[in-house]
C-alpha cells in the first residue's frame, strides 16, 4: 500500500484512519522507535553498524531521510531492529553519476555487515544492464532490460518483495528481478559473485535493513513496510 492510496481513505471517516495507522504500527513488530525510522521525521530507529548514534551526513526531517556528502561522510546505517517476509514500498533519487543502495536481511558475516542489496544508481543513457545496473539484486541478478529508469535527481519507486525464499525488486510499477533464494540457479549466481567466499550469503530469514554511503547524495521518502506471511 502506498501512501497515496492510503490518503483515499479519508472520506471513509475516522475508522479507516484508525485502522490504517493500527496496520502500520503493528506491521513494525510493536516498536515505536521503528515507526519514527520509515517516517523521515527522525533518525530514531537508526545507527550505527557498530550501534551508535548518527552524528554526521544523515539528516531526516520532512518525510524525507538524506544523506548530504557536503556535510561529511555518513557511512552507512541500519535500522535497531530485525524483519523477515516483507513487502518495502519507498520512494528513492540520487545525484548524477551516483552510486548507492538499500540492503535487507542484513547481518554480520565474519568482520563484515552484509546483506542483499536494491541498487540504486544514476546510469549514463545507453549504458548496458548488468548485474550493478539500478534496480538490480546487486552483482547477483541484473534487472529487466526494459524498464523505466528516472534520471538523477528525480524520484524513482521501487519495491521490495521479500517473502520466504522469493526475491522481487520492482522499479516505477515494473518488476525487474525475480530470485528464488537457495536454488541452483542462485547458488550458481553466488558462487559468480563478490559473496562466493560468504557462507549461505543471504539465505537468512530475517535481518536488518542498510540504507548505504558509496560517495554520493540519496535521499529516500514514503516508505510503506509491511510484513507478510507465506
Not at 492510503?6 to 506491521?27: E, H, K, N, Q, S
Request: aromatic letters at 10%; hydrophobic letters at 35%; proline letters at 3%.
Amino acid at each position: 500500500m502506498m501512501l497515496s492510496e492510503a490518503r483515499l481513505w479519508r472520506p471513509m471517516g475516522i475508522l479507516c484512519v484508525a485502522v490504517a495507522v493500527g496496520l502500520l504500527t503493528g506491521f513494525l513488530h510493536g516498536q515505536d522507535d521503528m515507526s519514527d525510522a520509515f517516517r523521515g521525521e527522525s533518525l530514531a530507529g537508526w545507527t550505527t553498524l557498530d550501534g551508535g548514534p548518527i552524528r554526521s551526513g544523515w539528516e531526516a526531517s520532512g518525510g524525507e531521510i538524506r544523506l548530504n556528502r557536503s556535510m561529511s561522510r555518513g557511512g552507512h546505517i541500519i535500522t535497531a531492529s530485525e524483519f523477515g517476509d516483507f513487502d518495502l514500498s519507498f520512494e528513492w533519487k540520487v545525484a548524477a553519476r551516483g552510486n548507492s543502495g538499500l540492503k535487507y536481511r542484513v547481518r554480520p558475516y565474519g568482520n563484515q555487515t552484509l546483506g542483499l542489496e536494491y541498487q540504486i544508481c544514476d546510469e549514463p543513457e545507453g549504458r548496458p544492464v548488468t548485474r550493478k545496473s539500478a534496480g538490480a539484486l546487486y552483482d547477483l541478478y541484473e534487472p529487466a532490460a526494459e524498464r523505466l529508469l528516472k534520471p538523477a535527481g528525480e524520484w524513482n519507486t521501487a519495491r521490495i518483495v521479500d517473502r520466504g525464499n522469493r526475491i522481487e525488486h520492482w522499479l516505477n510499477g515494473d518488476l525487474i528481478v525475480t530470485a528464488t533464494v537457495g536454488d541452483d540457479e542462485w547458488q550458481r549466481r553466488i558462487g559468480a559473485s563478490k559473496f562466493a567466499d560468504d557462507e549461505k550469503f543471504g539465505e537468512n530469514r530475517t535481518g536488518r535493513i542498510m540504507l548505504t554511503d558509496h560517495g554520493s547524495d540519496v535521499a529516500y521518502r514514503n516508505f510503506v513496510l509491511r510484513l507478510v506471511k507465506e
